[in-house]
């Protein structure tokens, strides 16, 4: 298991075996699946296999805006590259392997991979909006002590086509006229350290001729690596970001985010130069623990870090974990104490919204149903 480590420069030291270029749009990698191609690579491809590049797009159009979950179903794909297809890639790498539904409509699906592991994915309908959270690791290296994702430490990197796919199952799940409106990036896994992946992987989802969903309707969620949201930042087209900041004071989010090298200042600032700039929206998310995060003073010193920056924060009640809350007596803060600081912050001239706990009844938490299963 690997853990990011205290690099000052932000970066893990051991991000080279995180950071590790995957499967995200290899094409002489003979175990990736058609989902892990780029658009190019599969025209490549295809040519080499004596078919047209027109036909490489009819590939994409099946694989991406049909869901073809077989080489049967690209139906006016000549059969002969079909086969030439067939015996190079797998059409896919995973499949559902199990569902849970709530009492609200919150589906969660574990996700099997081909070497037999599993990462989450889950449908949160609201209203108008249908939301899908998607994982990108399996497990999470940064060991965030409320976390049922780190508990483990990461076991690998899932390929752009493992994080890509989980869209297809989600929209397979989807009642007729309803459709994914909006795509967050907050499942087991921290995307900064898998932006090799993540990157191809949000460009088969936004791609008009993949998956076509638009970038603003898009958010990605990090703990805080500066130099790869700088990098992440730099992407076209440019994606939301939220920041997992959980307390504004370098020490206290030290006990709560163990691995976190990077101070409070220099993360708040890469968010604001490289996304407030762009126009794109930067949410703060604080996961509120009783005692240890929600108290006056931590509501002060977030106005001070936070008050003047163009933001919304975002208060998330602790989900409980059982495994976590017996050893590390961990609360989740009752409502009120929630309601005094969400208060506080916003006498304070900030933006606050308050998370309405979804889906509790079926391992609700990032990473809960992976542990149970
Ligand atoms: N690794 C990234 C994205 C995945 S976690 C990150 O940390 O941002 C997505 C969000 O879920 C984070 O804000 C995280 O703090 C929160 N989270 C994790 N476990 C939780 C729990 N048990 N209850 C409430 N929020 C939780
Ligand atoms: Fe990883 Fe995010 Fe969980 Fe922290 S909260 S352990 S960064 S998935």
New binding site residues.
Partial sequence: MSRPDDAASGAPRDAAAIDAPTAGGATNDPSAALTDLTPDALREFVVAAGGKPFQARQVDHWLWKHGASDYDGLRNVPKTLREALAARHPLRHTHIRHRELSTDGTEKLLIGLPDGDAVECVIIPEGDRTTL?I??QVG?P?A?I?????LGGVRRNLTAGEIAEQVLHARSRLEPGQNLTNL?????????LNLDALLPALQRIHDPDGIGMGARRIT?????YPRQMERFAAADPSYNL???L?AADDALRKEL?PTASNPVAEIVAAAHRYFGQKGREVTY???LLEGRNDRPEDAVTMVEVLGRLPCTV?L??????DE?RAERDLH?PANARVDAFADALRRGGLNVTV?RQRGADKS?????LRLQT
């Fill in positions: 959270c994982s990108t999470c940064v965030c409320f976390c049922a994702s780190g967050v990036v907050m499942g087991m896994g921290e995307p900064m990605v969620s990090t703990s805080g939220a920041v997992s959980h985010v998310e604080v996961v975002n998330i009640p602790w989900n409980e974990v976590i989740r998370r609700a938490a990032c990473g809960q």
